[in-house]
């Protein structure tokens, strides 16, 4: 619960990191940051060495897993899209992917799944239609375009992990996701925000919060939940983020969802449930 509770605000931070800083320039300069930290704490804990096969194919999980997912959801923030709407959309990755697993990795989808893909995109449908009937601002076609390649991006890097990714070491390899994305997000800070930022109480606080609790803490509780054997379980706890940070939005930003959004964040979450539920023989 500690580690749901701490992934869900990644979605609060992104409104408030995005106040002061270019999306592009506050991620680029987060994950530089949380790559040196965990470098530190791999070289301190000897943690297992990477080959070059290994490092290449981080690379390339990183980008899709943090330049892509995480760009897009604090570009989609920076042009205003609400917090609980951004945290539904990218929840449903899972779904994607698990089309995407169906098509490329040759695995499986029951009746059930099906059926969860289509409650997924009917949820959000719903609160989308809910939100543009309240005349709440934010909702774009640049956010929601934003949103979209995010979760594209972040299926995309999970389908990589699965097919590549499988025996990279935990720590030294989020470490080059991170420097990877860092470079990358950096080159697009510069050419196109240059890296202007406003050095205010609420920058730094959101990047610390963003380093420390979101790529260090929150990380390092899931490895350790890994450690335990729970794999199963971690999986399952990213599903419950986005009804958690619908709430927290709506406390910090005043965003209010009225009886359809409501329902659709219900249907589109039993979607997600649905379609990532793996039968218990598998399990």
Known sequence: MVFVLLWSTGFIVARYGTRDAGPMTFLSLRLLVASVVLLIIARITGAPRMTREQVKWAAFTGIGLHAVYLGGVFVAADLGLPSGLSALISGLHPVLTSVGALLLLSETMTRRQWFGVACGVGGVVAVVIDRLEAGISGITAGALVAMAI?????????????????????LLGTAVQYL????????????????????????????????????????????????????????????????????????????????????????????????????????
């Open 150 to 170: 995010s979760v594209i991006g972040m299926s995309t890097g999970t389908l990589m992990q699965r097919a590549r990714g499988g025996a990279m070491p935990l």
């Open 180 to 283: 990877t994305s860092a470079a990358i997000l950096g080159v697009g800070a510069g050419a196109v925000e240059h890296f202007e930022v406003r050095f205010t109480a609420r920058f730094w606080w959101s990047l610390a919060w963003a380093v420390v609790v979101l790529s260090i803490a929150a990380v390092l509780i899931m490895l350790w939940l890994l450690q335990r054997r729970a794999a199963a379980r971690v999986s399952s706890l990213f599903f419950l983020t986005p009804a958690l940070s619908t709430i927290e939005g709506a406390w910090l930003f005043d965003e209010r969802l009225g009886v359809l959004a409501v329902l659709g964040l219900v249907v589109a979450l039993l979607g997600v449930a649905l379609t990532t539920r793996q039968p218990r023989s598998a399990t």
